[in-house]
């Protein structure tokens, strides 16, 4: 008989603010200084950043959001090393340096033409170990089609993985096979998607850990333990999943919405789990569904890994 798999529940919705529901909350992260929250909603018109103050024991808001509108869509930032109220980001064509304040943005290194805004966008990204950014693309067309079946004469969905270092300078790191880049985190041995080699930067030997294939969610963001165990909200299946790094499901997180997409460590002893939802943009939306809110759950016996802040 198969291990039992631990379920756990989280907290109410809290999301303070006048507009109500996002379309579709992404890239938060927790910055311990001021225990403050900071993430997006992506698709809103415009695009929004939102800076929540937390209780660094409780995790509950400790008053209302920031709401700053931008000038595009932003899905993934991380903040700089010695700049505060700054982050570097992934906007849809490239990486941009944000203000925390103001909400402008500079660009720093344009990567997808506007001619190819209906073909790809940056999705996801990372800071490693060594403060280089790292940022993934979607593959627009590709990912369009019915329950991720791609024709076979499609060829080689087009998304690709870049990495930004801190001296400016850029390098393709996957020059395509992606459909939607998502979750770019570093296993404590980094080997366990991709060799990694963090004196250079260097990645290889692509390989899978766990096959979504079949099923009807799909991994979003995610985050690290301390044990290196995966914690990857799944799009489309109410849940965040936790998976070993051999790649078994250890335990999932279930939610009031259908389309959870991305979690964040937070708190002070940092086993606050906080996990950002989408709102259901079918065409037949399911009633009962609560997306649209940012959720949170206390994890006992669990440390997750803070995130690293970019060296330039």
């Not at 631990?6 to 303070?16: I, K, V």
Request: charged share 20%; hydrophobic share 35%.
């Amino acid at each position: 008989m198969a291990d039992p798999i631990e379920t756990l529940e989280t907290g109410p919705a809290f999301f303070l603010t006048p507009k109500g529901r996002m379309v579709l909350g992404e890239g938060v992260t927790y910055r311990a200084s001021d225990s403050t929250l900071h993430w997006f909603d992506c698709l809103s018109s415009p695009s929004e950043l939102y800076v929540l103050p937390v209780d660094p024991q409780t995790g509950a808001a400790t008053g209302p959001s920031q709401i700053t509108p931008l000038s595009d869509s932003i899905t993934v930032a991380a903040f700089r090393q010695n700049k505060p109220g700054s982050y570097v980001a992934a906007y849809y064509q490239g990486v941009c340096f944000l203000d925390e304040a103001t909400g402008q943005f500079d660009v720093a290194c344009e990567i997808i033409p506007s001619t190819e805004r209906s073909i790809r966008r940056f999705n996801d990204g990372g800071v490693d170990a060594a403060g280089r950014f790292w940022l993934a693309e979607i593959d627009l067309q590709a990912i369009a089609f019915p329950n991720g079946k791609i024709p076979a004469d499609y060829g080689v969905p087009k998304g690709r993985l870049w990495r930004y270092d801190p001296d400016g300078s850029l390098h393709l790191m996957l020059p395509g096979g992606i459909i939607c880049g998502n979750g770019v985190k570093w296993s404590p041995d980094n080997r366990t998607t991709l060799d990694f080699d963090i004196s250079t930067g260097n990645v290889s030997n692509q390989r899978t850990l766990v096959d979504f294939q079949g099923t009807n969610g799909q991994p979003d963001g995610m985050v690290l333990d301390s044990d290196g165990n995966l914690w990857v909200a799944i799009y489309g299946a109410s849940s965040v999943m936790v998976f070993n790094p051999e790649g078994k499901l250890l335990r999932q997180i279930k939610l009031p919405a259908v389309y959870p997409t991305c979690p964040t460590w937070g708190g002070k002893n940092n086993d606050i789990l906080y996990i950002t939802t989408g709102t259901d943009r079918t065409g037949n939306p399911d009633p009962s569904d609560e997306g649209g809110h940012m959720y949170m759950t206390h994890v006992t016996n669990v440390r997750g890994e803070s995130k690293h802040e970019f060296g330039g």
